[in-house]
Every structure is written in C-alpha cells, then in structure tokens.
C-alpha cells in the first residue's frame, strides 16, 4: 500500500493569514497516462469529507480560489492563501493511482 | 443535484447482524461506483471496498475482506453495507461516497460527492 504521510498534525492559523499543509507519498503518484492523482478533501466538523483539489491542482465545483493545490512526484501541498473561520476542520489527502487508494492521517486546521 | 441519502445511527450488541444503506439521486445510479469509507472515533478515513450498481460487482481492500459484504440494488438506487456479526471494534462512522468517473473503477478514482455517515455503536 502506498502510505500518505500529513504535516503538520495541527495547525492555528490567525483569520486572512496563509495556511499550508503537506502531504508525502512513500511512492510516485505520476500514472503512466501522465496525470498524478492526488486529491485534497476537506471535513468540516461534524461533516462528511468534501473535495476540494483532485489531480493536485484542480479545484472542484465551487471550490474558492483561495484553495491551492501544487507538487509533483512524491511530495504535494495544499496553501489556503488567506484562511476564513469557515476553512476550519480536517484535511486529508489521497492518493489513488494504486487501488485501493489511501488517505493521509489528516491535518487539523483551527483559527486562532 | 447529487445526492446520496444514507440510514440512520444504529446501536447494536456484539454478534448482531446490521446492513446499511445508501440512496443516490440526482444523477444515473447505476453507471457510477460506490464507496464506503471507514472512520473511527477520532481517527482517519480508511477505504472498505467499492460496488458498481450496473451489475452488483463488488472489490474490497484487503483489510475488509471478509468482514463485511457490499452489496447495491440499481432498482433502488441503493447500495448496502452489512455485517452478519458484529464486533465492538465495528464502531465508527461509516460514509458511502460516489467515484467521479461513470463506469470506471482503478487508477484515478476518486469520491466527489458523499453521504452524510452512518454512526455505528456496537456495544454490549
């Protein structure tokens, strides 16, 4: 299995501030095909996770562009360019070029 | 709009069968795969299996072989998780999810839309 490796665990971030979160595969997620399929989800408490990023940088549907998904190979980020109380919650990435995919341990973002 | 619907919180004891249901609208059920997805108290989401609904086809991760089965009802829009004996350590959230891609199960899938969760109690 590929394993999906979060940094930080936490992380308290003042309103209209950056937040970045990392996320490092134990092997490339680079598909034959050319695409990297690596995906960004977002659980808001209390919530199911929603998609926020899929194939690294593509935002979903309705997906502010304050979002921000980049990386390549083995290591990937997600920056919030100026984060709201309403980006609060757990991030997790995933990775789905091996089935089943895997999700990181996740990534707690609360506001200070 | 798409949305899947699932059943609501249930309390059982050890040993106790449970299945569990999901019902998709807003779009064409029975050409996109289902997911359940695993989260335990506190902790993260770990992938269970998928179905496809066209024809029942079923795939699990190595972890849940055997303990759980994944079943849909295309008639129905509805696909279902069950256990025929529950354990205390089956307690969790349980979130059934759509893969993005109509008809297609492997590299590049991914959830894009999500049920709300099933909180499963198992406890004597």
């Known amino acids: 299995d590929i394993v999906m490796t979060q940094t930080p665990l936490s992380l308290s971030v003042t309103p209209g501030q950056p937040a970045s979160v990392s996320c490092k595969s134990s092997q490339s997620l680079l598909h034959s095909n050319g695409k990297t399929y690596l995906y960004w989800y977002l659980q808001k408490p209390g919530q199911p996770p929603q998609l926020l990023i899929y194939?690294?940088?593509n935002r979903f549907s309705g997906v502010p562009d304050r979002f921000r998904g980049s990386g390549s190979g083995t290591d990937f980020t997600l920056e919030i360019s100026r984060v709201e109380a309403e980006d609060v919650g757990l991030y997790y990435c995933?990775?789905?070029?091996?089935?089943?995919?895997?999700f990181g341990g996740g990534t707690k973002v609360e506001i200070k | 709009e798409v949305q899947l619907v699932q059943s609501g919180a249930e309390v059982k004891k050890p040993g106790e069968s449970l299945k569990i249901s999901c019902q998709g609208s807003?779009?064409?059920?029975?050409?996109?795969?289902i997911a359940w997805v695993r989260q335990m108290s506190g902790k993260g989401l770990e992938w269970m299996g998928v179905?496809?609904?066209?024809?029942?086809?079923?795939r699990y991760s190595p972890s849940f072989e055997g303990q759980v089965t994944i079943s849909a009802d295309k008639s129905t829009n509805t696909a279902y998780l069950h256990w025929s004996s529950l354990k205390a350590s089956d307690s969790a959230i349980y979130y059934c999810a759509r893969l993005s891609k109509p008809r297609f199960y492997g590299s590049g899938s991914y959830p894009d839309y999500w049920g709300q969760g099933n909180l499963i109690t198992v406890s004597s």
């Open positions: 807003g779009y064409s059920f029975d050409t996109y795969w």
């Open positions: 179905v496809y609904p066209g024809d029942s086809d079923a």
């Open positions: 995933m990775q789905s070029v091996q089935v089943p995919p895997t």
């Open positions: 194939e690294v940088s």
